[in-house]
Structure formats: structure tokens, C-alpha cells
């Protein structure tokens, strides 16, 4: 390491805890990723690394994600666990974050295959959620996540963390929503539009084309803009007494039933 920081007053480490405000991100071009593996991930996809910190009193290498190599790093800082602690955003803490540079995420930059799933999310407000949905594309294999007119930032430290590092791992695209609709209809993808009153479940469509699943906020719903575009609106069956599903609870059951016809009309 090129320095040991030992005190949480160090400008170091109060510049690093600015970056948790969206402002402070956008104004710096830089984003914190905590955990090993997220770092690896984010090496892995390609993304410029800024900086190192690790705390060697509790730092544990792995094989699977081994520490990448100290040449990708411009800077490198030990820390102290206390200062650590001050830092981390996980109770259970792995002892290592890094800065790194976020990308574009242009629609033009997807690449597609001839008969792509997608997950299109509007507005969606909680990183929390957005963390959620990200992961359960990676898990269904989805070719691609539009993200738009997002309420909340991608590289917020709690869709990171929620993610555990699938903001890596996906393809995303961010943009407003009449260029998303474009996009679609330009490449001749099928739109299905979640909607609390639509005439048919989800499970009597059939996703095994070209398939745009779209889920908006939950408070909100999709915006009329969508409702008028989207090819097809679908709704969930719904037994309890309220009317209302988490959306990444939501999106998990529609990519995982495009999955699973998928999976059975290829065997």
C-alpha cells in the first residue's frame, strides 16, 4: 500500500463518504463499490478503477474472486479497521472498497440476440428494489435491463450492495421512456406492460419471441405512455387482500415464467 490512513478525518475518507450523494458522483465521475467480489466484478466488466482501500485486519482472499492486480488501481490505501468501520456500508464488512469510473449506458450499446428478454423498469424509485431486480435478471439470464426515467442513480451505494455486484454483471440501458419505446419497436421486440387490471395473467402469453417485460413503480404504476405503447398488458393473479406486489417481487415472476417457457420449448 502507498499509505496508511489510520484517522476517519483523513480528506481521503471524508471524500469518499461525499460520494454517497448523487451529486458528489456525477460531479467527480467517480462511484464506491464495497466487497471483494463486487470490485472483481466491476474489473471484470471492464469498468477504469480509481482506487483501493483495504483494511488487512480483516481482509479475506478468495480464489473464486481473487484480488485483482495493484497495476489496475491509480491509488492504493491501507486503512485501519476503525476506519473501516467508518466506512462500510455492510455489517458483515469484507474489508475492501474501491472508487471506479461509471460508463455510459446508451440503448445503442446493447447487444441483443435474435429473440432477447428484457426487462424494461420505469421510475423506479428504491435501491433497494432496483438492487433486487438486477440480481433476479442475472439469475433468469435476461439479455438486457432498460432502466427508464430512474428515480434513483445506478451506482447509489445501496443498488451496489443490493445488486451483490449484478450491476456488473447485466447489460443496462438508461433513457427516457419514449426512447425506450422506439428502441423496442425498432427492433421489433414485443412489449408486455404489468397492469393491475388487464384482461390476461402472465401466464397466458407467450414469451418465447422477442420479449420487453415492463414494470413501472409501485406506487405509481406504468406511466400512460407505456399503457398506450406496449403491445400487450398482463397482471398477475392476486389472492390476498390487498392489490399490491413489491415490483421486483413482480418482475421475478414474469421473467421467470418467460424462463421457463423458454426452457420447455427448447427440450
Same mark, same amino acid.
Given at each position: 500500500?502507498?499509505?496508511t490512513?489510520?484517522?476517519?478525518h483523513n480528506?481521503?475518507?471524508k471524500?469518499?463518504? %461525499?460520494?454517497e450523494? @448523487?451529486? !458528489?458522483?456525477?460531479?467527480?465521475?467517480?462511484?464506491v463499490?464495497?466487497?471483494?467480489?463486487?470490485?472483481?466484478?466491476a474489473?471484470?466488466a471492464?469498468y477504469?478503477?480509481?482506487?483501493?482501500?483495504?483494511?488487512?485486519? +480483516?481482509?479475506?482472499?478468495?480464489k !473464486?474472486?481473487?484480488?485483482?492486480?495493484?497495476?489496475i488501481?491509480n491509488?492504493?490505501?491501507?486503512?485501519?479497521?476503525?476506519?473501516?468501520?467508518?466506512?462500510a456500508?455492510?455489517?458483515?464488512?469484507e474489508?475492501i +472498497?474501491?472508487t @471506479? %469510473?461509471?460508463?455510459?449506458?446508451?440503448?445503442?450499446?446493447?447487444?441483443?440476440?435474435?429473440n432477447?428478454?428484457?426487462?424494461?423498469?420505469?421510475?423506479? #424509485? %428504491?435501491?433497494?428494489?432496483l438492487?433486487?431486480m438486477?440480481?433476479t435478471?442475472? @439469475?433468469?439470464g435476461?439479455?438486457?435491463?432498460?432502466?427508464?426515467?430512474? %428515480?434513483?442513480?445506478?451506482?447509489?451505494?445501496?443498488?451496489?450492495?443490493?445488486?451483490?455486484g449484478?450491476?456488473?454483471?447485466?447489460?443496462i440501458?438508461?433513457?427516457?421512456?419514449e426512447?425506450a419505446?422506439?428502441?423496442?419497436k425498432?427492433?421489433h421486440?414485443?412489449?408486455?406492460?404489468?397492469?393491475l387490471?388487464? @384482461?390476461?395473467?402472465?401466464?397466458e402469453?407467450?414469451?418465447?419471441?422477442s420479449?420487453?417485460?415492463?414494470?413501472g413503480? !409501485?406506487?405509481?404504476?406504468?406511466?400512460n #405512455?407505456?399503457?398506450?405503447?406496449?403491445?400487450?398488458?398482463?397482471?398477475?393473479p392476486?389472492?390476498?387482500?390487498?392489490?399490491?406486489?413489491?415490483?421486483?417481487?413482480?418482475?421475478?415472476?414474469?421473467?421467470?415464467?418467460?424462463?421457463?417457457?423458454? #426452457?420447455?420449448?427448447n427440450?
Amino acid at each position: 500500500m502507498h499509505e496508511t490512513i489510520t484517522s476517519p478525518h483523513n480528506p481521503k475518507i471524508k471524500n469518499l463518504k %461525499k460520494l454517497e450523494k @448523487a451529486s !458528489e458522483r456525477k460531479a467527480q465521475n467517480l462511484f464506491v463499490i464495497e466487497g471483494l467480489r463486487e470490485v472483481v466484478l466491476a474489473q471484470r466488466a471492464g469498468y477504469e478503477m480509481d482506487s483501493l482501500f483495504l483494511c488487512e485486519e +480483516i481482509f479475506v482472499p478468495s480464489k !473464486e474472486y481473487p484480488l485483482p492486480q495493484s497495476s489496475i488501481f491509480n491509488f492504493q490505501f491501507s486503512v485501519s479497521k476503525p476506519v473501516y468501520d467508518s466506512l462500510a456500508y455492510r455489517e458483515t464488512t469484507e474489508g475492501i +472498497i474501491a472508487t @471506479a %469510473k461509471p460508463k455510459k449506458h446508451l440503448l445503442e450499446n446493447l447487444q441483443l440476440r435474435n429473440n432477447p428478454l428484457v426487462l424494461v423498469i420505469e421510475a423506479v #424509485e %428504491k435501491p433497494g428494489n432496483l438492487g433486487a431486480m438486477l440480481r433476479t435478471c442475472d @439469475a433468469a439470464g435476461a439479455d438486457a435491463v432498460i432502466i427508464c426515467h430512474p %428515480k434513483t442513480d445506478i451506482y447509489n451505494p445501496n443498488v451496489i450492495r443490493s445488486s451483490i455486484g449484478t450491476v456488473f454483471t447485466n447489460q443496462i440501458a438508461v433513457c427516457e421512456t419514449e426512447e425506450a419505446i422506439a428502441f423496442l419497436k425498432q427492433h421489433h421486440i414485443k412489449t408486455y406492460a404489468a397492469e393491475l387490471n388487464a @384482461a390476461k395473467f402472465h401466464y397466458e402469453q407467450n414469451f418465447t419471441g422477442s420479449t420487453a417485460l415492463v414494470v413501472g413503480a !409501485e406506487a405509481t404504476g406504468l406511466s400512460n #405512455e407505456w399503457m398506450n405503447a406496449a403491445d400487450e398488458k398482463i397482471k398477475i393473479p392476486m389472492r390476498g387482500k390487498i392489490d399490491s406486489m413489491n415490483v421486483s417481487v413482480s418482475a421475478g415472476i414474469l421473467l421467470f415464467e418467460a424462463l421457463r417457457q423458454r #426452457e420447455t420449448l427448447n427440450h
